[in-house]
C-alpha cells in the first residue's frame, strides 16, 4: 500500500503521533483521507466538505460508522473490503463483531484501491 500512493503523492501519517491540534490542522486541509476502519478515522469530522474518504474495511469488523459520518458531511467515501490473511473472503453478512478480531491484518487489494486513486 505504500508502494502505491506514494506513485500519488499521497502521504502516510499515523495520527497518533501529533497532538490533538496538529491533528486539527492536519486534517482540515487533507482532501484524501485513506485509513483501515478504525478510531483514526474520525478525523474525517475535520476534513472540508466535499474530500473523499477511502476506508479499507477489515472484513471481520467493519460497520457502517465512517460512510454514515462522511455522508453527513458531504465527503464522497468509497469502501475497500479487505480479505482476512487466515480466511481469504469472507461472508460480511454471516460475521458476529467480536472484538478479538478488531487488530487482525488486513490483505488490501491493490487493484481496487488503485482504480479509486486514479479516479481521484
Not at 467493519?62 to 482476512?84: N, P, R, S
Not at 472484538?99 to 482504480?115: E, M, S
Request: charged share 20%; hydrophobic share 40%; aromatic share 6%.
Amino acid at each position: 500500500v505504500a508502494r502505491l500512493v506514494a506513485d500519488y503523492d499521497v502521504d502516510l501519517v499515523d495520527p497518533a503521533e501529533f497532538s490533538t491540534l496538529d491533528q486539527l490542522q492536519m486534517f482540515s486541509t487533507c482532501s484524501l483521507l485513506i485509513g483501515a476502519h478504525g478510531a483514526g478515522l474520525t478525523n474525517l469530522a475535520f476534513m472540508p466538505s466535499g474530500s473523499k474518504i477511502i476506508e479499507l474495511l477489515p472484513p471481520l469488523c467493519a460497520t457502517q460508522a465512517y460512510w454514515t459520518t462522511a455522508h453527513f458531511l458531504g465527503h464522497a467515501y468509497e469502501a475497500i473490503t479487505c480479505l482476512d490473511p487466515e480466511q481469504g473472503v469472507v461472508e460480511q453478512s454471516k460475521v458476529q463483531h467480536d472484538p478479538r478480531n478488531n487488530r487482525r491484518d488486513i490483505i488490501v487489494p491493490l487493484d481496487r484501491l488503485k482504480t479509486l486513486l486514479e479516479q481521484t
